[in-house]
């Protein structure tokens, strides 16, 4: 049949097209195969791939969440201290073993200092951003940037927090006014745009009362990626330089825009009045005097020059991130508490207690006194743990110890935080909410590598101390208020897998607030 379909086509349009269709066919498959031999001549064990589009492509087309994918793999090979994938055409390997992932982030950092992620400041704002720059440029801004997360810099932007809290808390008493039950996600969402805006960046948005103004319409527009925005990410894998050449935007052009208008606008403001207050914008105008006015790069070489859009870059990167995966831990957090009530009961025993020893006041302090609640979060971060993957770079040659593998210089490397931190090797009956994990005794009988909700090492999230205190002083104030309990709309067991590649509640998350009366 084959035979008679080949003679067909030959008389009917001539063996020279047949030629050319066979020719591009060959190339075709070439590009789309030629890297899915790695881990087998390297004899790492792995998934056999599939033309183009590897081992993802139920992810690429959306049939399968990030999560199913990621922790299919993991879960694929167990007791291996890693294993390949193919996102595309591109190979990873997948780090499973704690250890060698302690070695990745700490120990042998100086071989992995880059994410490798592909990128470029004229399709992505956020290239310029910390978590996508590399090398000494990485370092240099890190160091920079630093300064505006001390103790001294968050004691400052207590009252601003406590301003936002209170508005949530007078949101809340008027909700319940009219039903005893909400959704809180869109809340909390609003909630943590007007913190990171006030305490960060001075901005008074109101977001809270006002409901969805433009920063939270653009940074849903970042977060819940489109069709498009899918199409572009999974060409990276595939052609990166197809999509730096057509100048394909990675982020939304009009979240683009109103970022870079905004946080210029703020910046150049404070800088032209002479405002100087102790947080973050403060930071990145000195950063901006330093880098960018002084132009203290090689001026041979225009990579190494900062720009006004390196400073604009981390602005925005603060702003979207903080506000977005701060909002999902704390819904996540009153969700647990409210399926949990002795947990609820002992954390409110110890606020209670904590403030009495205070004098009654919510200070930054008293807030840094609280113990059980530090276990309460950390159980949250392991079960709902925001970031799915982190992603790691080879920069030069290393020998995985103890084992044949080189990692070449230039692999891509992924570490799976979700399968680990819901790995029963590590955290028993893992779908529980338990924070006795997190007790000292307990934490120390774990491997390091397996708890990295915010990464480890020099490149651990900058902003991990902002949220954590953010979160305190909500959960703090809730408490005090009200039992939060579960309602006949509260999703048992929650739906995690909601749109983009962040670990967030698909249908929302539904409680009951019932006020504590005091005597």
């Known amino acids: 049949m084959i035979a008679f379909i080949s003679n067909l086509v030959i008389r009917l349009f001539g063996s020279v097209y047949v030629l050319y269709a066979a020719v591009f066919l060959s190339i075709a498959y070439y590009f789309s195969t030629y ?62 073993d704690p250890e060698l992932i302690n070695a990745i982030m700490v120990k042998d950092f100086s071989f992995f200092t880059d994410h490798g992620v592909d990128t470029d400041p004229s399709t992505n704002i956020l290239a310029n951003s910390l978590f996508m720059l ?45 039903c005893d039950h909400f959704e809180l996600r869109e809340m909390v969402n609003n909630f943590s745009t ?35 925005q899918l199409f572009i990410q999974a060409l990276l894998l595939f052609w990166p330089k197809l999509v730096f050449t057509l100048k394909l935007k990675q982020i939304p052009e009009d979240a683009s825009e109103f970022y870079k208008s905004m946080f210029r606008e703020v910046l150049e403001y404070r800088e032209q009045n002479n405002i100087i207050r102790n947080d973050f914008t403060q930071t990145l105008i000195q950063a901006r005097k330093d880098l960018v006015s002084n132009n203290n790069g090689d001026e041979s070489k225009s990579e190494n020059k900062w720009t006004e ?38 954390l409110r025993e110890e606020i209670v207690t904590t403030k009495a020893k205070h004098g009654g006041q ?59 931190h819901n790995d029963p090797k590590y955290y028993p009956n893992p779908d529980t909410f338990d924070p006795e994990r997190f007790s000292a005794e ?58 983009g590649s962040l670990v967030n509640p698909k249908n929302g998350v539904w409680l009951s607030f019932k006020p504590i009366v005091t005597i």
């Open 362 to 420: 919510l200070s930054y302090d008293f807030l840094n006194d609280l113990h059980y609640i530090n276990m309460v979060l950390e159980e949250v971060s392991r079960l709902y743990s925001i970031t799915l993957i982190i992603f790691r770079q080879a920069t030069k040659n290393y020998k995985v110890p103890g084992q044949s593998l080189v990692i070449e210089k230039g692999q891509r490397i992924v570490i799976p935080i979700y399968a680990i």
């Open 442 to 499: 307990e934490k120390s009988k774990r491997p390091n590598g397996s708890y990295i909700p915010f990464g480890d090492g020099p490149r651990l999230c900058i902003g991990k101390r902002l949220a954590e205190l953010e979160i305190k002083f909500i959960l703090t104030e809730i408490l005090l208020k009200y039992e939060v309990l579960p309602c006949e709309k509260t999703e048992i067991p929650i739906n995690i897998r909601g749109s």
């Open 194 to 228: 007007d913190v990171i805006g006030a305490s960060a960046f001075g901005l008074k948005l109101d977001t809270i009362k006002n409901g969805n103004t433009e920063f939270r319409k653009y940074s849903k527009k970042i977060f819940q990626a489109n069709l498009k």
């Open 309 to 346: 859009m390196d400073i604009i870059g981390n602005a925005i990167l603060l702003f979207v991130a903080g506000s977005e995966t701060v909002s999902t831990l704390i819904c996540f957090c009153l969700y647990e508490l409210a399926l949990n009530k002795d947990i609820q009961d002992r």
């Open 35 to 96: 890297t899915h031999d790695k881990w087998r001549k390297l004899n790492v064990p792995h998934i056999p791939p599939l033309p183009l589009f590897g081992n993802s492509m139920k992810m690429i087309l959306t049939l399968e969440h990030p999560i199913d994918f990621y922790s299919g793999v993991y879960n694929r090979f167990p007791g291996k201290k890693f294993c390949g994938l193919y996102q595309m055409t591109t190979p990873f390997l997948m780090i499973r």
């Open 134 to 178: 590399n090398g000494d440029r990485w370092r240099t801004m890190r160091q920079k940037l630093s300064p505006g997360f001390t103790s001294g810099k968050l004691k400052c932007m207590h009252e601003q927090i406590k301003g936002c809290v209170d508005q949530l808390m007078n949101v809340i008493d008027g909700k319940l006014q009219t």
